[in-house]
């Protein structure tokens, strides 16, 4: 029997509805896995909460909810118009039991089309964290970030992660990121990916974008930079992880891109699921 995969998901309420759109594409795409979902937060309800729980019981997971106290996130900086809980990911060695050892962090606006389990296995390699790098047509935007954030390595997504726990307890430090986010207030621009890549990036193994990080904004993009190989077959195929950045997000009536549509089925194909139940 495999071992079972922990995923790592922080959000605020916002975020609760594609969430839940998130989870059943993982579940529909990871058939006989054992998964158990921790769920990081630190002002969802009790109602929304068993909503969650809900659904992954449906799953037939394992769940935690591991609020964050009042005293933890009050130490949590806070930036202009970005909630505490973007921090709880480079935090969780720290919020979640040092019997976990390993987990996959996913953003809540991603699909998950093809298997997790490489992505689990993963070998380290020695590094820390395991992330992509969304590097467009050339390497103009690495260049760009590090003069920025005066780092050399590249400018890595934080929208899905592999985090070796025990070394993130060990490096990851609130006071380094508190000091990082005053020193450098005024020259960040997504805070919680430019700390990570300002304090860890040299500790990040890279992993292909195009399979496990795949921004959907950018088909053209990865198309022309594989010379056409990397058409909508070989997406469906062999991409594990579409990550639907910026906005407009696809649950919302601007969208209209390539891959909306696989949104809104998985989002429909979850309402008319009977043997799921969603809660709130």
């Not at 964050?68 to 720290?94: C, H, N, W």
């Not at 077959?233 to 991409?239: E, P």
Request: charged share 20%; aromatic share 10%; proline share 5%.
């Amino acid at each position: 029997m495999t071992d079972e995969m922990n995923l790592l998901v922080t959000l605020n309420a916002g975020y609760l509805a594609p969430l839940k759109v998130m989870l059943y594409s993982v579940h529909a795409n990871n058939p006989g896995e054992r998964i158990h979902l921790w769920l990081l937060h630190a002002s969802l309800t009790a109602s929304e909460v068993a909503s969650v729980r809900q659904l992954t019981d449906s799953f037939d997971w394992s769940f935690s909810n591991e609020q964050v106290t009042t005293d933890f996130a009050a130490g949590v900086p806070l930036i202009k118009r970005y909630p505490k809980e973007m921090y709880f990911r480079l935090l969780s060695g720290q919020i979640l039991p040092p019997t976990v050892k390993r987990v996959i962090y996913l953003d809540p606006d991603v699909l998950v089309i093809n298997p997790l389990r490489p992505l689990w296995t993963l070998d380290l390699q020695g590094k820390m964290l395991a992330a992509a790098v969304h590097r467009g047509v050339t390497k103009l935007v690495d260049g760009l970030n590090q003069l920025r954030l005066g780092t050399t390595t590249a400018y890595f997504n934080s929208g899905v992660l592999v985090i070796d726990l025990d070394q993130a307890r060990a490096k990851i430090k609130l006071g380094d990121i508190t000091a990082a986010i005053q020193q450098y207030e005024s020259e960040l621009i997504l805070p919680d990916q430019d700390i990570l890549n300002f304090l860890y990036g040299a500790d990040i193994l890279e992993i292909p974008e195009e399979i496990w990080n795949y921004d959907t904004r950018k088909y053209v993009v990865y198309q022309t930079r594989s010379l056409n190989a990397y058409e909508i077959h070989w997406v469906m195929a062999h991409t594990v992880v579409l990550h639907y950045c910026g906005t407009p997000k696809p649950w919302e009536a601007a969208s209209d891109s390539k891959f909306t549509g696989l949104f809104l089925h998985y989002q429909q194909q979850l309402a008319r699921d009977k043997s799921v139940t969603t809660g709130v």
